[in-house]
């Protein structure tokens, strides 16, 4: 897991530079896709339980890859905050 973990902050730093954007849509469809991609496309199914944990392993990977895009993108913006000073 620790592994996964590294290679997904690797992956979103490198998405990050080259501009690419995450979104909630893309945090929710993208994982699923790889699953689906890995598990029947891949023919992962094949492989019993064993292609059934890599592929659920991948969709984890890819839902951390963007997450972890989403957060940096979140600590490039920069905040705007109303002046919250009353004048008389």
Same mark, same amino acid.
């Given at each position: 897991?620790?592994?996964?973990?590294?290679?997904?902050?690797?992956?979103?730093?490198?998405?990050?530079?080259?501009?690419?954007?995450?979104?909630?849509?893309?945090? %929710?469809?993208?994982?699923? /896709?790889?699953? $689906?991609?890995?598990? *029947?496309?891949?023919?992962?199914?094949?492989?019993?339980?064993?292609?059934?944990?890599?592929?659920?392993?991948?969709?984890?990977?890819?839902?951390?890859?963007? %997450?972890?895009?989403?957060? /940096?993108?979140? $600590?490039?913006?920069? *905040?705007?905050?109303?002046?919250?000073?009353?004048?008389?």
């Amino acid at each position: 897991m620790d592994t996964i973990e590294r290679y997904a902050t690797l992956a979103a730093q490198q998405m990050h530079e080259d501009g690419h954007r995450s979104t909630a849509a893309r945090i %929710a469809i993208h994982p699923p /896709l790889a699953f $689906f991609r890995n598990y *029947v496309l891949k023919g992962g199914f094949l492989d019993g339980a064993p292609g059934l944990i890599v592929s659920r392993m991948n969709a984890y990977y890819v839902f951390l890859k963007f %997450a972890k895009l989403w957060e /940096l993108e979140s $600590f490039a913006r920069p *905040v705007h905050h109303e002046d919250t000073k009353r004048t008389k």
